[in-house]
């Protein structure tokens, strides 16, 4: 079992993705140059990574008082990973870049995922220099961002700090103005930073010849207080190791240094950092103080970054998606080896026969197209909604501005539902192995490890759930919300004949999913629609894969192969077995069930 088909199928068949040749800024590519991109990829993630993904996970970074050390081949890997030119892929052709379109440059790096996800494929880096390239000075997008693009520099984001985790607003890195003529710097308006950034991942190893920080810091006013709220957030660049105007090192060590690293449960080959800032461990030109370059106005700083947080967030949908790929092959194959036990026949079991391979069992086999229907339907999102930032990036400006409010709808589900989902499939993996499953001689428990850490990192599940509910599917008076509910009615259109039922249930699940929006909101109090705000993204998100199935499943209608067998089956295991799940979750959504809200602390 590979993945590839699955990827081609998913490509070509489904999201005719050879279709945006005919866009001028997409003209020169083909059917040839996109599998070109999707073999080496492949090939470098079966060479380069997935033989060292156990090796990665056992020798963690450790700090020898100078430097991070990590595997000699994590060092191959990002040498190979950055010569394949993937970092720029999408770049424009000027600047070194392949002019890929984005769905093609996710399902190549899909590949990587699964191979070994905390290896990692430059998420960091390229996301960081894609939000130069639009918010960036010329020279800033020449010096830092065009060096990340080669692999020369490194990029990490600096959000987070020990007591500011999911409210950014509380962020306390100060950022002040660095002696006179701080304006004029050409790299931007230059700053010193003082604080703490906690979790950073990426934050220090010797991978790269620099590290691009980009970090939230507040200006204080001018009593010197620093701005509640977001407001006051402003962006900087603050290198590892300060650079010249032509990118060139100067030789002088800019004021981060590393404080510690953590030891995670999961995705083990990252170093993940706390690092402090301007402490005076590295002083620049005789101060404490980290030099910072300011991006964009001060006070916008949340914004800017969200350009990076939103490509983040489907790529970290797109990690938990392979994680859960990665389990179901290996439980596959497990399945299809380990015989035990007996069918039951009309006169019971016959112990006098050889025992069956567990694979014959239906209970594993649920297990399987469990794993099969969440990781597939999750793929298929992740590459539905690159598609969509395809559209933004190129299509009319109506279409454009449509792909825009679909994907601040669907861009919490293609985080959370596999953040959730996959990591369920990677449960039901180690199941399948039983015992052997929950060792270290087989993978799956790393796969396990790996993913558990999608629910909490670029918006843990909870707050994912509050911003879908309380903001995504309000905006613009509901507009994306109808958007989407168009795109699936059209598929229940498409679905009617050969697949009735499921149409029906999808409808249905949209009204349920309509109705307990309005009834969530129908109250005065926010606070009392967003209490169920988690089983509302869980009801969505399963309205959403089952949308994606019944479209997919349409499209492998007329073809009997094996793979098509199993896409239909997996269609009919979601309805059947998943989609019914949503009532439960809705109901407490429609009657803003107080249950949790309103038990107070003592009764727990
Ligand atoms: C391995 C790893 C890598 C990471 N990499 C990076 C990185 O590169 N850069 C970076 O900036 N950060 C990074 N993070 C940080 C990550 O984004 C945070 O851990 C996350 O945002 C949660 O913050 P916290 O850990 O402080 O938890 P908290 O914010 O304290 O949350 C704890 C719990 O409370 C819930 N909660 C919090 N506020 C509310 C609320 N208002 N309503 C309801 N529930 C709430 C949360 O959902 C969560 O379940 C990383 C984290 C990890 C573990």
Redo the contacts with the bound molecule.
């Keep these: 079992m590979s993945l590839r088909p699955t990827v081609d199928f998913l490509l070509h068949d489904w999201l005719n993705v050879e279709s945006l040749q005919s866009r001028e800024r997409f003209a020169d590519h083909s059917r040839e140059t996109f599998d070109a991109v999707l073999d080496t990829c492949e090939r470098i993630a079966r060479e380069k990574y997935a033989p060292f993904n156990r090796l990665v996970d056992t020798q963690e970074p450790h700090f020898d008082g100078d430097k991070v050390i990590l595997p000699q081949a994590t060092h191959e890997a990002y040498k190979a990973y950055a010569e394949s030119g993937m970092l720029s892929a999408a770049q424009d052709y000027e600047i070194g870049g392949m002019q890929l379109p984005y769905t093609v440059e996710a399902a190549a790096n899909a590949f990587f995922a699964m191979a070994s996800v905390s290896i990692g494929s430059g998420m960091l880096t390229s996301g960081n220099a894609n939000l130069l390239m639009v918010h960036g000075t010329d020279l800033q997008k020449k010096v830092f961002a065009a060096n990340e693009f080669s692999g020369r520099f490194s990029g990490?984001?600096?959000?987070?700090e020990p007591q500011a985790?999911?409210?950014l607003s509380d962020v306390m890195t100060r950022a002040t103005p660095d002696g006179e003529g701080f304006e004029s710097d050409a790299l931007g308006p230059r700053y010193r930073l003082k604080g703490n950034k906690m979790?950073?991942?990426s934050g220090e190893h010797e991978l790269s010849e620099n590290i691009i920080h980009l970090v939230l810091a507040k200006i204080p006013d001018a009593n010197g207080q620093l701005v509640p709220g977001v407001k006051g957030i402003s962006l900087f660049i603050v290198p590892k190791k300060l650079v010249d105007t032509q990118g060139q090192l100067t030789g002088e060590r800019n004021d981060v240094a590393l404080a510690g690293l953590n030891h995670?449960c999961g995705?083990r080959g990252t170093t993940?950092t706390l690092l402090n800032f301007g402490e005076g461990k590295y002083p620049v030109r005789g101060e404490a103080g980290a030099v910072g370059y300011l991006v964009g106005k001060p006070g916008e700083g949340l914004r800017c970054m969200f350009h990076m947080m939103n490509e983040a967030r489907i790529g970290v949908g797109m990690a938990a998606t392979m994680l859960g790929m990665a389990g179901y092959y290996a439980s596959l194959d497990y399945a299809k080896n380990r015989p035990q036990g007996r069918p039951t026949g009309a006169g019971g079991k016959d112990a006098s026969q050889p025992q069956v391979r567990i694979i014959e069992h239906a209970d594993i086999k649920r297990m399987l197209l469990a794993q099969k229907a969440y990781s597939e339907g999750a793929l298929a999102l992740a590459l539905y909604c690159a598609r969509l930032v395809d559209e933004q990036h190129t299509g009319t400006a109506e279409d454009a501005d449509v792909a825009r409010l679909l994907l601040e709808v669907l861009t919490p589900i293609a985080k959370s539902f596999p953040s959730e989902w996959c990591l369920e499939a990677n449960s039901l993996a180690i199941q399948i192995h039983g015992g052997y499953g929950y060792t270290r001689d087989f993978p799956v428990e790393q796969y396990w490890r790996d993913n558990r850490?999608n629910m909490?990192?670029?918006?843990?599940?909870?707050?994912q759930a509050?911003d879908l509910l309380g903001r995504k599917v309000l905006m613009e008076n509901g507009r994306g919300l109808k958007l989407l509910a168009e795109r699936m009615l059209a598929t229940a259109a498409k679905a009617e004949t050969a697949w009735a039922p499921e149409a029906a249930a999808l409808r249905d699940a949209m009204k349920q999913v309509g109705q307990a929006t309005q009834e969530a909101w129908a109250g005065a109090e926010p606070a009392q629609a967003l209490a169920n705000a988690v089983p509302y993204l869980q009801a969505f998100g399963h309205t959403v894969i089952a949308w994606i199935w019944l479209d997919v499943a349409c499209s492998a209608a007329s073809d009997d192969s094996p793979a098509a067998q199993g896409r239909r089956a997996a269609c009919r295991y979601f309805y059947r077995y998943e989609l019914p799940k949503i009532g439960a979750w809705l109901n407490v959504v429609s009657s803003r069930d107080p249950t949790c809200a309103d038990l107070p602390e003592e009764a727990f």
Excluded: A, Y
């Design positions: 990490t984001m600096c959000l987070s985790g999911s409210s979790w950073i991942s995670k995705w993940n850490l909490i990192h670029e918006g843990t599940h909870g707050i509050m």
